[in-house]
């Protein structure tokens, strides 16, 4: 590969402030310092006459931004927060490539969530800076133990799960006193007891020489969470920047952020008051004549309150006889079923809530006993058995005028906006994404687009949970179909929101409001990656429009962007 090594001594990187543009940097990678005089180092592993240097490979465009970054990664452990799409991934190549030459027996590790970004991050590390091929190993659940071992014996560089690791590590196979340097991707997951915090802990106890370097778009939402990820991988340098820092300006494109609100129609407005009075309204009242609840607004309650209504009363539950406690447990839990469907209804459609019903009262999602609660409700059933009837016939034959069955109006704008862009199709360079929360609505969805426009060739893609969803394979596969111009719209669930390299995409259609401002940033950033772009986010007037504007105005998302600047 085309590398052009600058050997800077380690006295010159220490010393100096960043550099603040690229003729700068070619100065400096243009001058070979003279070497100074440094103690043997304790660590046996370390190669003394390489780690008088470092090397920064110039095989791609020299930004300002990344030189500095990689600069101070060298030496601290480091979170690195960059907006989608501006190089995190660059930047771990080059730190991994000068611990490959400093430890020529150590072991470094990058690890990331999923299988297809572990074969992504592999295959752009090799290509950034063309650590030889042999020395590479790949490692994720497919692979059993015994193979396993093998690659940990006979290579240096590993591409993993933090599972991997975590099972490895636990089994003795895993060499912790040779890692010289834990790559973590989407390090904004490192909270609480998941794997990468456990790995930490491990590789710690047996010994602490090792770097950490963090990478992530979004460290977290709140002050609490960012100071979790910080401890938890023993950082003690952050790197961020913003789309507004002066390093980074050059390199971002404009992004056009259009909010649409859509009022319910006639047929949505029907079903959403007949849902609450005719079904909702029972259940409620039960919990609240056994003041297991004090909330009878059907309309203001959610999942989310209903579970800590519950929480309440098991608190002060002491008294109830068992059979009258089993009873309140049973509501609880198909009530929480039933809001679950009535958000869908709300947000995604009377499609998907239809389906979202049939598999309760089919055993497929929820318990037998609330599929036996169900299945006596005869109002919840004459409910179902409605739009069963309108979604076939393509008529609200109960309804006033008898207008057309429209499942959802979100579903309009969206193939209206998606018409709108692609035009009469003639480029083929463009490309679309379409953002949904929920595994069914994807579907339904992609299914709708290819249907409805012979010029939208839309693919679903979403995560492998036990034996359904999209295996490794087919996801990398669907990837590389988009980016190639089989498909020119995504429609994803979270599985595309984070890492990986889905290629240019000038349109995305957030079709529901996600409640994590992580996510909602990381949806976000899959546009204008390389040109200008645009960004819609479709909201249901009332409580959907409510709950964005609570992600949207999250005061302490504002402070952790102010603390993160301090530090800087």
């Given at each position: 590969?085309?590398e ?7 006295k ?13 940097i070619?100065a400096?990678?243009?001058?070979l310092c003279?070497?100074?005089e440094v103690?043997?180092?304790k660590n ?9 240097v ?14 500095n970054i ?5 030496l601290w452990?480091t979170l690195?927060?960059l ?12 730190v991994m490539y ?6 020529p ?6 690890m990331?969530p ?5 074969a992504?991050?592999i ?8 650590i030889?091929?042999h ?10 133990p015994?193979?396993?071992d ?10 993993l799960?933090p599972?991997?690791v975590q099972n490895?590590l636990?089994?003795?196979t895993?060499p912790?006193?040779e ?10 997951k490192a909270?609480?007891?998941?794997a990468y ?5 491990e ?6 020489n ?5 990478l992530?778009?979004?460290?977290g ?8 990820v910080l ?5 003690a340098h ?6 507004e820092?002066i ?7 404009t ?11 006639k ?7 007949t849902?609450?009075n ?8 039960i ?15 959610t999942?989310?309150t ?5 929480e309440?009363?098991?608190a ?11 009873m ?8 929480m ?9 709300l947000?995604?459609g009377?499609?998907?809530f239809?389906?979202?019903c049939?598999?309760l ?5 929820g ?7 169900l ?17 076939s ?7 006033e005028?008898?207008p ?6 979100k579903?309009?704008?969206l193939?209206s906006i998606?018409?709108?862009h692609f035009?009469d ?13 929920y ?8 299914k ?7 010029k939208l060739?839309?693919?679903?893609f979403i ?5 359904k ?6 996801q ?20 595309g ?5 889905i290629?240019m995409?000038?349109l995305?259609v957030?079709?529901?409001a ?8 990381q ?11 645009s960004i ?5 007037e009332?409580?959907e429009?409510t ?11 504002e402070?952790?962007?102010v ?6």
């Amino acid at each position: 590969y085309n590398e052009y090594k600058s050997y800077l001594s380690l006295k010159y990187v220490m010393s100096n402030d960043y550099l603040t543009d690229d003729e700068d940097i070619i100065a400096a990678t243009e001058s070979l310092c003279v070497p100074i005089e440094v103690p043997e180092p304790k660590n046996d592993q370390f190669d003394y006459k390489e780690g008088k240097v470092w090397v920064y490979p110039i095989n791609y465009p020299l930004r300002s931004y990344q030189f500095n970054i990689v600069q101070k990664a060298l030496l601290w452990n480091t979170l690195v927060t960059l907006p989608t799409g501006l190089g995190k991934t660059f930047v771990a190549a080059v730190v991994m490539y000068n611990y490959y030459r400093w430890f020529p027996r150590g072991k470094v590790l990058f690890m990331a969530p999923t299988k297809p970004l572990v074969a992504q991050q592999i295959r752009a590390c090799h290509d950034i800076v063309g650590i030889p091929q042999h020395e590479l190993g790949e490692m994720t659940g497919n692979l059993k133990p015994e193979k396993r071992d093998v690659i940990w014996r006979t290579k240096r560089v590993f591409f993993l799960t933090p599972q991997i690791v975590q099972n490895d590590l636990c089994r003795g196979t895993c060499p912790a006193s040779e890692v010289v340097l834990v790559v973590v991707d989407e390090a904004h997951k490192a909270t609480g007891n998941h794997a990468y915090c456990q790995v930490i802990r491990e590789l710690h106890k047996v010994q602490p020489n090792f770097r950490v370097l963090a990478l992530s778009a979004t460290p977290g939402d709140k002050l609490t969470t960012v100071q979790s990820v910080l401890s938890n991988l023993l950082i003690a340098h952050v790197e961020i920047r913003s789309e507004e820092s002066i390093d980074i300006q050059p390199y971002v494109h404009t992004r056009n952020v259009n909010k649409v609100t859509l009022p319910l129609d006639k047929g949505l407005a029907y079903l959403k008051q007949t849902f609450l009075n005719d079904v909702l309204e029972g259940y409620v009242r039960i919990l609240t004549t056994h003041r297991a609840i004090f909330c009878r607004d059907t309309e203001t309650l959610t999942k989310y309150t209903l579970l800590q209504q519950r929480e309440s009363w098991r608190a002060r539950n002491g008294n109830e006889a068992p059979n009258i406690t089993n009873m309140i447990e049973g509501v609880y839990f198909t009530l929480m079923n039933l809001y679950h469907a009535f958000e869908l209804l709300l947000v995604h459609g009377a499609s998907t809530f239809l389906n979202y019903c049939i598999d309760l009262i089919e055993g497929r999602k929820g318990n037998s006993g609330t599929r036996s609660k169900l299945l006596r409700d005869s109002q919840f059933m004459s409910l179902i058995d409605k739009i069963t009837r309108w979604r076939s016939s393509g008529i609200m034959s109960d309804l006033e005028g008898s207008p057309p069955f429209i499942d959802h109006p979100k579903k309009v704008k969206l193939l209206s906006i998606l018409k709108e862009h692609f035009g009469d199709g003639t480029d083929d360079k463009t490309r679309a994404m379409v953002f949904s929360s929920y595994r069914e609505s994807v579907a339904d969805l992609s299914k709708m687009l290819n249907k409805e426009d012979s010029k939208l060739r839309s693919a679903e893609f979403i995560g492998q949970s036990g034996t359904k969803g999209l295996k490794q394979k087919d996801q990398i596969k669907t990837v590389e179909d988009f980016k190639s111009g089989k498909y020119n719209v995504l429609v994803a669930t979270c599985v595309g929101e984070e890492g990986l390299d889905i290629g240019m995409v000038d349109l995305i259609v957030l079709f529901d409001a996600s409640a994590s401002p992580t996510r909602l940033v990381q949806r976000m950033g899959r546009a204008a990656r390389q040109r200008q772009g645009s960004i819609y986010v479709l909201l249901t007037e009332g409580r959907e429009e409510t709950d964005e504007e609570v992600v949207q105005m999250n005061p302490e998302q504002e402070d952790v962007v102010v603390v993160f600047q301090e530090q800087q």
